[in-house]
């Protein structure tokens, strides 16, 4: 697991315990994240990676699994 | 014009019959004429707001297009020669250029909105500040006429506008097919506000006639005619009553009130909606459903994903997030964990862009405070019940008789009760009043009038209370049906005949039980004012 991914599930993992993020692969098609979730995620997330998540990129295929968001903030990373 | 006028009626199964009857190619032209005309009968000067909102948003948005595509192949061209940092630099400077011009369509229309809509509103407010110091506040406070469906239709479209600069979809090229999203007739007095890669395709397809899409198309106009005409209409007179004379119907007249309204604006709005979506489903235009069953949730967030859903949605993906998500607002947060602590540093975005949404959310239904206390309360019980959330789950581990059928319907009436009381706001108008009938309903203690004969003296007979009652059993029978699917379609599917017969049934019961009698006006829709 990368250490992207590690930090990923550790954020989630202080939103929602009781959820395992290393197997969910639909947080938000199931309903697990909402908006509320979502934006604190991305404040966790721009605060850890020192990235910028603008609102176009708050899509279900980025925010459905750990990796799925891992993908994105290497992506992210690289432009 | 309304749903119910006769001319609406009748130039509607024209409508249909015509679009069957043509060419493929001339029923997207026929629906843009439709929809002028539609639009032109409320007033030819209202035709100029939309053909600003519709020209200035084709001119803007294939601007926005022809700028991204330059870009993109000047990045391509220097593909070997720039370094990353130089290509990084080049398109968030070109990102900023298309940006503005995106700024300045939603400055140009929601601008003529504000003017309009809330000029009076923020003049009389200005003029009141000015006179609590003492200074004579004798501003001008312009008067509008406010378009038919405005709110509606430039939601719509700044939408689009915003989606085609996130590069989400690519712009309409053809200026009257646009037009043609911007101002398709059903949904532009009450929504749904609908989004384009989703509408325009059917929109603008010619569909062929298809026997069960259309038959069920006429089944959810006839089931929106009912909602809006045997059950809207037929308690409005109560609820204006009850609403007009706050000194003579406080206490438990107020508790009445609550519960006929929540009918009626039921009734009314998801009335409308039907008939739009009917409409669409005749034409094979398919829409977005705007209500899923609302009264069945078990909290005011999940009542807020079930009712008015585009508007809601379109708040979330256009405001929400952009201003939760955008730098300042991150920036905030990091100096809030750094001076607040982490827990609460992290959730300052979602307070303030919460706070704001509901804000304007408020505004959004009108320009007087009552909305706007409206919308901030229920910013304020959304949070706290977000803050709460983690002592549910822990009484719901616990006490197991606290997830059964019982339990969820105490929640869901309790849910039901406190969004009606909230809703008081929207009937009374004034705030002071509101707070002051809320009270009434604890202390006035007139319980009597639930059985001494006070109740049929609110402008209700006898007739009315059992077709109000039967018609709220059958909405709450079909509810609970449609929450295993699509009741109609389900019935097609078994049996075309007993499909039929149900669409006989519909309109007889439209016939028989609409609040007509003599001197018949229907009343305008809730949301239209909107």
Same mark, same amino acid.
């Given at each position: ?79 | ?72 192949? /000047? ?5 070997? /020669? ?40 923020? =003049? ?25 469906? %405005?709110?509606?239709?430039?939601? &719509? ?14 712009? /309409? ?13 059903? &949904?532009?007095? &009450? ?5 384009? #890669? ?8 010619? #569909? ?6 259309? =038959?069920?198309? $006429? ?9 809006? $005409? ?12 009850? %609403? ?19 009918? *009626? ?15 669409? *489903? ?19 967030? /999940? ?74 309360? #229920? ?76 109740? =049929? ?66 009343? &305008? ?6």
């Amino acid at each position: 697991m990368s250490e992207t991914l590690s930090t990923i599930i550790e954020i989630l993992q202080d939103l929602h315990e009781d959820v395992d993020f290393e197997t969910e692969n639909k947080l938000i098609d199931n309903k697990i994240l909402d908006s509320f979730d979502i934006v604190t995620l991305i404040s966790e997330l721009s605060n850890e990676f020192d990235v910028t998540i603008p609102a176009d990129k708050i899509i279900p295929e980025n925010f459905n699994s750990a990796q799925a968001l891992a993908n994105m903030i290497e992506e992210l990373e690289d432009e | 014009m309304l749903f119910t006028d006769s001319l609406f009626i009748f130039g509607l199964i024209a409508l249909f019959i015509l679009y069957f009857a043509i060419a493929k190619k001339y029923r997207w032209m026929l629906l843009l004429g439709a929809s002028i005309a539609f639009y032109a009968y409320s007033g030819w000067s209202n035709l100029i707001y939309i053909a600003v909102t519709a020209a200035s948003t084709y001119g803007i948005t294939r601007k926005i297009e022809k700028m991204a595509e330059s870009a993109s192949a /000047e990045v391509k061209a220097h593909k070997a /020669e720039w370094s990353r940092d130089e290509k990084k630099a080049y398109k968030e400077r070109e990102k900023k250029k298309r940006f503005r011009w995106l700024v300045l369509l939603l400055v140009l229309n929601f601008g003529i909105l504000a003017v309009i809509k809330y000029g009076a509103f923020t =003049m009389r407010n200005v003029n009141s500040v000015m006179g609590w110091f003492g200074r004579e506040g004798n501003l001008p406070v312009p008067q509008f006429l406010l378009p038919m469906g %405005i709110s509606f239709y430039l939601f &719509q479209t700044m939408g689009y506008a915003i989606d085609v600069y996130r590069e989400k979809y690519s712009c /309409e090229k053809n200026f009257a097919k646009l037009a043609l999203f911007v101002s398709f007739f059903p &949904q532009l007095i &009450q929504g749904p506000i609908s989004r384009y #890669n989703e509408l325009s395709e059917g929109l603008y397809a010619g #569909n062929d006639f298809e026997s069960k899409r259309v =038959m069920l198309g $006429v089944q959810r106009i006839l089931w929106g005619y009912f909602k809006k $005409v045997a059950l809207a209409d037929r308690i409005l007179p109560a609820v204006t009553m009850l %609403i007009s004379d706050s000194e003579q119907y406080d206490g438990i007249y107020a508790f009445i009130g609550i519960l006929y309204y929540t009918l *009626q604006l039921y009734a009314d709005f998801t009335g409308g909606i039907d008939i739009t979506i009917g409409i669409g *489903q005749v034409l094979g235009i398919p829409m977005a459903e705007n209500f899923q069953r609302p009264f069945f949730s078990k909290g005011i967030v /999940e009542y807020w994903r079930r009712w008015h859903i585009t508007l809601n949605t379109w708040f979330k993906d256009y405001l929400f997030y952009p201003l939760s998500v955008c730098q300042p607002m991150l920036k905030l947060s990091k100096w809030s964990r750094e001076k607040l602590g982490k827990t609460v540093g992290k959730y300052v975005p979602v307070y303030i862009a919460t706070i704001a949404v509901w804000f304007l959310t408020g505004l959004w239904h009108g320009a007087a405070w009552n909305f706007i206390v409206w919308g901030l309360m #229920n910013a304020v019980i959304i949070l706290i019940s977000e803050k709460l959330t983690p002592l549910y789950e822990k009484f719901h581990q616990k006490y197991k008789w606290s997830n059964t059928r019982p339990y969820e319907g105490f929640m869901a009436i309790r849910t039901t009760l406190m969004m009606g009381c909230l809703r008081m706001f929207d009937c009374y108008r004034d705030v002071p009043l509101t707070f002051k009938m809320f009270a009434s309903m604890f202390y006035k203690g007139n319980f009597h009038i639930l059985w001494d004969g006070s109740l =049929m003296q609110l402008g209700l007979s006898a007739a009315d209370y059992i077709v109000l009652l039967a018609g709220t059993v059958i909405l709450f029978t079909a509810s609970m049906f449609g929450r295993k699917g699509e009741v109609r379609e389900r019935l097609y599917n078994k049996s075309p005949f007993v499909s039929c017969c149900l669409t006989v049934t519909l309109f007889l019961l439209v016939m028989i039980f609409g609040a007509y009698g003599i001197g018949y006006d229907s009343s &305008q829709f809730i949301y239209n004012q909107f």
